[in-house]
């Protein structure tokens, strides 16, 4: 029983600092959304708030309608993007029921070494 429950212990090390790698790898993403023929950039954090938003040739040629309608399609763009990019980042983490730890046999194991230690 010892030897399984350092193995779940040591399985479930590992898994958080994998959980740990994937959030710090999360947190730095950033992704950039264009409109209007690439007049209007929006760059978007990994929380989807705009970092950076810039003009390019030809704005001057929209109203500020466009504008307005231009930032907000490519912020959504970025957001897509960004959020693709997290799904796949996370994607190695993900525990299917095969692979999760059998709660009632930890427990067990658990129960027995407290018994082994008194």
Not at 75 to 103: C, F, K, M
Request: proline share 2%.
């Amino acid at each position: 029983m010892d030897d399984e429950f350092a193995s779940a212990v040591t399985e479930f090390q590992a898994k958080m600092a994998q959980v740990t790698q994937v959030q710090e790898e999360c947190a730095q993403l950033v992704a950039t959304g264009w409109a209007q023929r690439r007049r209007v950039r929006v760059t978007v954090n990994a929380d989807g708030i705009a970092i950076d938003i810039k003009f390019g040739a030809g704005v001057k040629d929209l109203t500020y309608d466009e504008i307005a309608a231009a930032v907000t399609e490519a912020s959504q763009d970025a957001v897509r993007e960004v959020a693709q990019r997290a799904t796949e980042v996370v994607a190695p983490i993900s525990i299917d029921q095969g692979e999760a730890p059998n709660l009632a046999g930890m427990l067990g194991a658990i129960a027995s070494l407290r018994e082994h230690l008194r």
